[in-house]
């Protein structure tokens, strides 16, 4: 019979947020509970686990990872908790911690309040996986009524999301109300003019860097990775203002008293991944708090700010400007003219802004062999396009929108397969339980269903991706701007918008052209 003493012993204790509110769940009971017992069972303590904070629908927490080091080094050979729900509400994972990973390690398992202790003998472990199941559904319900008074509250206005926006703050007598932070706003406010006067998102960021008007990332403390190399780098205390920040403050309806929420979604109660819903889902609520912006000039600029927006004025034009982008970091590439050459040359522009601290790099072209490289393309493709064999193959009458309905549809065929799937990996489970099936089957079946389970999770993301803004204009009038795009010699830059989305150029020549159209090729 081995002794207690040889029991090196490690607490786990685990509180979420969830159950906070339960007093006898609270970490200074769980503690009190278990070292009461350790010192009833003359057992050795050699550390504690305390995940305070944390879900038990997964495991990526802090502690409980720790301890499960500390088992693999040998510093502990005995886990205690006051339940099994402390060491997990997921209950395939927590069954296989307790059936497998824990024998496997020569671990003994003590739940007190169960009655579980995998060194001895008796009928509550033989019925700990039906609890494990019972905490499970525990969880998914206390993850339904969550989820739904969230709704709830959104719907009525309350700001439930745990960050506010740039240029608010929450209500010091009212967490789930806004109030404006006066220093923030005036940036705003400054934003919203500068976009008045036509200004790009690129050339705003610009401004605000320069004078060194403080970034929402370091207000909110947030960590610039850039180091300093010289006196003149930016200060960490300002931080760099980057393009897609402009963007979201001068398209976001918070500005005008209006609260958004319910942008993203959890795709299921135990996995922290959310994604994003659609515009038709959002919950909006109309003047909940005080506007910044006033809502004649919130919906002024949103006219101002389509690819075409105002760019500042150039000595020279060139067609293609507006449409390039850099095909290694996604920024606009720019044309520069060189008098000493006489010719024009693409550069990155956000090496050229950021040079100093090797962000990306020139991707420096001749922009007259790049324009007729492009232009060429463009021909190639708009030929392809009104081959009537190909249309017929490849697009038919089929407007855009029916084919980001196909994607959906096969998203969503996809999606109902796996929660199949997962059903029958579920009852899989039960069937091992009540012994339908031996353990080698189970796991033979069971990995079988997580593989197709993860190869159709991997098919839906490469269809999410391929979701785009459709664009409305419809086959005929693609045909008219095609025809008109091969009868000219003299291209106008308004038909190139209309046939081109975007160019991506990369550092070794490759062009990519984004077509508003479906490439027929």
């Known amino acids: 019979m081995v002794g207690n003493n040889s029991f090196k012993v490690g607490l786990y204790i685990r509180l979420s947020r969830d159950d906070g509110n339960i007093e006898s769940d609270s970490i200074i009971s769980q503690r009190s509970l278990l070292n009461q017992y350790v010192k009833e069972n003359n057992y050795v303590i050699v550390d504690e686990y305390v995940d305070d904070g944390f879900s038990g629908t997964n495991f990526d927490r802090p502690a409980f990872k720790r301890m499960i080091k500390d088992i693999e080094m040998g510093k502990i050979n005995m886990i205690i908790t006051k339940d099994m729900s402390r060491l997990g509400r997921d209950y395939i994972g927590t069954g296989e911690l307790i059936e497998k990973y824990f024998p496997n390690n020569n671990i003994r398992y003590i739940a007190i309040n169960d009655g579980i202790d995998t060194f001895i003998d008796n009928t509550n472990n033989d019925i700990a996986p039906f609890k494990a199941i019972m905490n499970d559904m525990y969880a998914k319900d206390i993850s339904k009524k969550i989820k739904s008074s969230l709704h709830s509250r959104m719907k009525d206005g309350l700001y439930v999301s745990g960050r506010c926006s740039f240029g608010y703050m929450k209500d010091p007598n009212n967490k789930n109300h806004l109030v404006v932070n006066e220093e923030q706003a005036e940036i705003i406010k400054l934003i919203f003019d500068l976009a008045l006067k036509g200004n790009t998102y690129h050339y705003i960021a610009q401004y605000l860097t320069e004078r060194k008007i403080k970034t929402p990332a370091s207000y909110y403390n947030y960590v610039w990775n850039t180091k300093c190399i010289n006196a003149n780098c930016i200060s960490q205390e300002y931080g760099v203002w980057v393009d897609t920040t402009i963007k979201a403050i001068l398209t976001n309806p918070i500005y005008v008293g209006d609260t958004v929420q319910g942008k993203t979604k959890k795709i299921n109660y135990k996995l922290k991944k959310t994604v994003k819903n659609k515009p038709n889902d959002f919950i909006i609520v109309e003047n909940t708090h005080e506007a910044i912006i006033d809502r004649d000039t919130f919906n002024y600029v949103q006219t101002l700010l389509p690819k075409n927006v105002k760019r500042p004025e150039k000595k020279r034009f060139y067609l293609l400007d507006g449409l390039l982008y850099c095909g290694d970091c996604k920024h606009r590439i720019t044309v520069r003219y060189q008098t000493k050459t006489g010719k024009s040359y693409t550069t990155c522009n956000y090496y050229r802004t950021y040079s100093k601290y090797h962000v990306c790099t020139t991707h420096t072209n001749n922009y007259e062999t790049l324009e007729n490289v492009v232009l060429d393309n463009i021909r190639e493709v708009c030929k392809s396009y009104l081959d009537k064999s190909k249309i017929k193959d490849s697009i038919g009458n089929i407007e855009f929108e029916d084919n980001s309905l196909k994607i959906k549809k096969q998203i969503e065929s996809l999606e109902l ?77 308004e038909l190139i918008i209309n046939l081109v989305e975007k160019i991506y150029i990369y550092q070794d020549k490759r062009v990519d052209i984004i077509f508003i159209f479906k490439n027929a090729t």
């Open 417 to 493: 397969t796996n929660n199949k799937l997962t059903e029958s990996l579920d009852k899989t489970y039960m069937d091992r339980l009540k012994g339908i099936i031996d353990e080698e089957q189970y796991i033979r079946i069971s990995e079988n269903l997580k593989q197709e389970i993860e190869s159709n999770k991997s098919s839906i993301d490469n269809l999410k991706n391929e979701q785009i803004e459709e664009n409305k204009i419809d086959n005929k009038q693609i045909e008219k701007y095609i025809n008109e795009f091969l009868s000219l010699n003299n291209l106008t830059r």
